[in-house]
Every structure is written in structure tokens, then in C-alpha cells.
């Protein structure tokens, strides 16, 4: 194990690691939230502890170590060493690591805290947190982000005001009120990221207050912090991996168990219809087990969409938290021209999933509303984050956030 060490820090010195947000395929069910909450909150105050979990389905205990990095407002590599930011070690292997118990796909699950003994992060910022195999190469990357409140950040979403889109658009608009630090220059000092369900695929960063009053900025934007409403998400539950349910139309067991989603209807006319949703995350959980991280089984999930007829130069891929938003291989649809149904099928663990259906044309411009349209009635978490870089400063610091959620106006 000592040896393993020396080589594996070696190796870290001389190679270059950039971050992957694709895992490959054998790595299943990322996730990285605060512990001990509901939501799926990867943006926390400094000195709370987030978790990340993650399977692997080769099953055989492999050595995997983590790697944090601070980052920039804009997500490059921060100018400070690691011992400026981190009390500790800034890598090291996750000794929490248990085997599958009593399912027909054997895995490995690995889970690791911070802070831990090991590491502890002692300033605010965006954070990128890489695992890496045991010669130092980077298998995925996920990001969080540590603030402190010391400014008080108020946020207001609303249908939007522009006429063209009222009824598909939500607007932003926020204060941030920074009486306890002194802010010199506050169209160079400070940066704000505007995040849509703590999706950063569709951040909206580089605007500047509009306003300026003692101790308080104003965005009263109506335009340039507007979001598309999307629509709820789709869901199933196959936490009993054996039978069918509201959403899944048949279960079937074979080397593994195989679960079938009732087909969804792409009609022409979208119309907006009310339902709950967890804005396309996933929660494990299996009904007859006590541990789910290790006890949860894995299905082979079958989704397909019916049409009208094929999208031309347009590809359609299953979307959602389950692979961290990305368009892959793997989530891939493929039409058949004999039923008009677009098919796909990969593996899940058992739990609860939001997902939806979107396009990606031949420009890679994706559309997540092509298929289900955009309403401003939508339910939408929105988070607003301040970042604060003084003059002479070395790295972005988080001085405040802002949660809303838009419950929509019907």
C-alpha cells in the first residue's frame, strides 16, 4: 500500500489531468450532494460536509483516489497551491469501498466525505473534484461549490416580460446586499453565475449590476437573465425491481431484470400539465433493502418515444442527472422507421428517476424543448451565486447565494 502511494503521488506530479465529466461506461450512479439533505444541493456553506457515492461494475475493487482543485468564478484552475486552500491532503485514496450485496449485477460501491481527517477545504469557491484511477488518470470529475454569507443575496423569478416568449420564458432578477465587506469596484470585483436547477450546462454569467446603492447591488434585468421554462420532467420508480408500476409497463427477468417505461407520445400540440418533479435528479432506493448503496439491484431500463415521423439531421438522447446531464452513446436513441419509435435501453440502479427527451442538431445546439415544449408555468429551482475578487486577491471567493423557487403562474 506504501509503495502504491509513492508511485500514484509520482505520477500525479508529471501528469496533466483534465477533468472528465463523461464516465466511463463501468462507472454507474454518481453522486454528489450535501449529506443529510433532501435536495440535491452540490452548492453548500463552507465546513459542511458533501458526499460523494459512485459504483463500478467490474465488482473488483479497484483503488480509486479523489483530487480537489479550487477554480476560478469561470471554472479554470485557481493560481493558489493546494496547502492554501486545503488542510491536509489535496489527493488521496477512498478507503470506503463495499461490495454489492445479494444482486444479480455485481458492483463495487465507494463512498468518500469531505471534510474527512484526511482533507479539509478552508476557503469558499468552486471547487472541481476529480476520482482517478491508480496510475493517475482522471475516470470522471464533478463540481461544487463552498460559499460563506456574508452577503445576503434576494431573488425573484417571474413569468417573463418580454411579449415574443411571456409564456414560455422565466425571468431572474436579485439584489445582493454586501454591508459586512467593502466593495470597491463592483463591475471588476464581482462575478455572478445564475444556475437553472444547479445545471450548469445553462449557467448565465458575465452581466454586471444594473444599479448601485450603498452597501447593495440591483440586476433588474428583463432580458439578459431569462430562462426557457422547459417543462416537469417525465419519472418512473422501480424501487420494486420485480414489478410493473404507474410508469413501467412490464418487468422482466432475465440474466438481469429488464423494466419496460410505458412509450411517451411526441405530439405536435404541447400543452402544459402539473406534476412534481425532482428537476431531473434520481434518488436510490430499493423497498425491501436496508442498505441501498450496496443492496439496490441494477435493471436494464427501456425508453422509447413515439413520433410522428423522424427528426431530421437530428439525434435524440434520454436526459437527465443519471450521467450528469450529458448526450453519450450509451442514452442514444435510435429510430425505427417501421413503427416511428425512437428506442434506447442502458442500465440504471433501482430508485427514482427524472428524465426527459431532447435534440441535438447537426450544429450540436441541443433543444431540451423540441419534444416537450417550454411553458413559464414550470416548477424551476433558481440559484444565484456571488463571487467577490478584490484587488490583489489571488482567487474567487463565494460571499453569498440565493435560492428560489419559481412555482409558476397558471
Excluded: C
Excluded at 19 to 42: D, M, R
Excluded at 195 to 208: F, M, P, Y
Excluded at 344 to 365: A, M
Aim: proline share 2%; no cysteine.
Amino acid at each position: 500500500m506504501k509503495n502504491t502511494l509513492i508511485i500514484f503521488f509520482f505520477l500525479l506530479i508529471f501528469n496533466s489531468l483534465n477533468a472528465q465529466n463523461v464516465a466511463p461506461a463501468n462507472i454507474k450512479s454518481i453522486e454528489l450532494k450535501a449529506l443529510g439533505k433532501t435536495t440535491f444541493n452540490h452548492i453548500i456553506p463552507l465546513g459542511n460536509t458533501i458526499e460523494l457515492n459512485f459504483d463500478d461494475l467490474d465488482g473488483d475493487q479497484k483503488e480509486y483516489y479523489y483530487k480537489i482543485d479550487l477554480m476560478t468564478h469561470d471554472w479554470k484552475e485557481s493560481n493558489l497551491i493546494s496547502n492554501q486552500y486545503i488542510n491536509g491532503f489535496q489527493s488521496n485514496v477512498i478507503f470506503n469501498v463495499e461490495n454489492s450485496f445479494n444482486t444479480f449485477q455485481n458492483y463495487t460501491h465507494y463512498t468518500v466525505k469531505f471534510p474527512n481527517q484526511n482533507t479539509r477545504i478552508t476557503k469558499s469557491g468552486n471547487y472541481r473534484l476529480s476520482i482517478l484511477d491508480d496510475v493517475g488518470e482522471v475516470v470522471f470529475s464533478r463540481r461544487f461549490t463552498l460559499y460563506e454569507n456574508i452577503a445576503t443575496v434576494g431573488v425573484s423569478a417571474s413569468r417573463s416580460r418580454n411579449t415574443k416568449n411571456m409564456g414560455k420564458e422565466q425571468t431572474i432578477q436579485f439584489l445582493v446586499n454586501h454591508s459586512r465587506i467593502q466593495i470597491n469596484n463592483p463591475s471588476q470585483e464581482i462575478h455572478v453565475a445564475i444556475l437553472q436547477n444547479e445545471n450548469w450546462k445553462s449557467a448565465i454569467t458575465k452581466i454586471r449590476p444594473q444599479f448601485y446603492k450603498p452597501n447593495q447591488l440591483i440586476y433588474n434585468y428583463t432580458n439578459k437573465t431569462n430562462f426557457w421554462g422547459g417543462n416537469e420532467y417525465l419519472f418512473f420508480d422501480n424501487k420494486n425491481i420485480r414489478n410493473a408500476s404507474v410508469s413501467i409497463a412490464r418487468s422482466e427477468r432475465k440474466e438481469i431484470f429488464h423494466n419496460y417505461l410505458y412509450p411517451y407520445v411526441n405530439r405536435e400540440l404541447k400543452s402544459y400539465s402539473y406534476n412534481p418533479d425532482i428537476n431531473g435528479q434520481f434518488i436510490i432506493r430499493n423497498i425491501e433493502a436496508l442498505n441501498p448503496k450496496t443492496e439496490a439491484d441494477y435493471a436494464m431500463m427501456h425508453f422509447s418515444l413515439e413520433v410522428a415521423q423522424k427528426f431530421e439531421d437530428k439525434e435524440v438522447y434520454v436526459y437527465g442527472a443519471f450521467n450528469n446531464f450529458n448526450l453519450t452513446e450509451e442514452n442514444k436513441m435510435i429510430f425505427d422507421p417501421s413503427t416511428n419509435y425512437y428506442t434506447t435501453n442502458f442500465l440504471l440502479k433501482q430508485g427514482f428517476y427524472n428524465y426527459t427527451f431532447v435534440t441535438k442538431s447537426s450544429e450540436d445546439l441541443i433543444s431540451e424543448s423540441e419534444i416537450r415544449g417550454n411553458f413559464s408555468e414550470t416548477e424551476n429551482i433558481y440559484t444565484v451565486i456571488v463571487y467577490h475578487k478584490a484587488f490583489g486577491s489571488l482567487f474567487d471567493r463565494v460571499i453569498g447565494v440565493g435560492t428560489i423557487q419559481h412555482n409558476g403562474e397558471r
